[in-house]
């Protein structure tokens, strides 16, 4: 069965400076990889996704993330973080087949400003 | 506009009364998925359906119903709620089963 681990259940970065939220997964064969984002109060939000191709994949609002397989990380990067990216951040796993999604359990960001 | 929509949004209620809560896409799309939150647990899947009257467990199923009659269509059924079920819930639907959209979440509390 596949799993997705996020090691960093909070972060505080200040605005301007850059961002790295780690993801590692574990399944046996080429995985969907994705990162969603969670505001407040809202629901999720697709950021950006892989599934095949070039391992550096662009996502909106800025940010990127870069798939490696030989260390079975999917981590989320941005430049430059403005005070509304304050959100959590979630990265799944899927197996392509049933709609199903394994997520990880979440990274909170904090922005200072 | 494309979108999931769930109803309701908020739902307060007691232990053993059954309740539904309503899923509907207008994207024509295939899959259908219900997840849970829970704080340190990220989103677990519930049920999951491929088509119409075609459906599976997820990770999470005890407790739960669900039913596709209609491909836009994909109700969560609490026959008998329990305070463990408190929780935000998400539908959450998918053309090819990969890339999912999320419906904004149905809050529940079950005291």
């Known amino acids: 069965a596949q799993s997705v681990t996020q090691p960093d259940i909070h972060i505080t970065v200040s605005e301007g400076a850059s961002l790295e939220l780690r993801c590692n997964y574990s399944?046996?064969?080429?995985?969907?990889l994705f990162w969603y984002v969670q505001s407040p109060g809202q629901g999720l939000q697709l950021l950006l996704k892989?599934?095949?191709?070039?391992?550096l994949v662009q996502g909106i609002k800025g940010f990127e993330a870069e798939f490696k397989r030989s260390q079975s990380s999917f981590n989320l990067r941005k430049p430059s973080v403005h005070w509304s990216d304050a959100a959590e951040y979630f990265c799944?796993?899927?197996?392509?087949?049933?709609?199903?999604?394994?997520f990880g359990t979440g990274t909170r960001l904090q922005v200072t400003l | 506009e494309a979108q999931v929509t769930q109803n309701p949004r908020y739902l307060i209620t007691v232990t053993g009364k059954k309740l539904t809560v309503t899923c509907s896409q207008n994207?024509?799309?295939?899959?259908m998925s219900w997840y849970r939150q829970d704080p340190g647990l990220g989103l677990r899947q519930i049920y999951y359906?491929?088509?119409?009257?075609?459906?599976d467990k997820g990770d999470v199923p005890e407790g739960y119903k669900v039913s596709r009659k209609e491909k836009r269509n994909f109700p969560l059924i609490l026959e008998s709620p329990s305070p463990n079920q408190t929780s935000l819930y998400f539908c959450?639907?998918?053309?090819?089963?990969?890339?999912?959209?999320f419906g904004p979440g149905t809050r529940l509390l079950v005291l």
């Open positions: 959450a639907s998918s053309p090819t089963g990969e890339t999912q959209y």
């Open positions: 399944y046996g064969a080429t995985p969907y």
């Open positions: 892989y599934f095949s191709g070039d391992t």
């Open positions: 799944a796993v899927g197996t392509g087949t049933a709609s199903k999604l394994t």
């Open positions: 994207m024509n799309h295939e899959y």
């Open positions: 359906s491929m088509n119409v009257e075609v459906t």
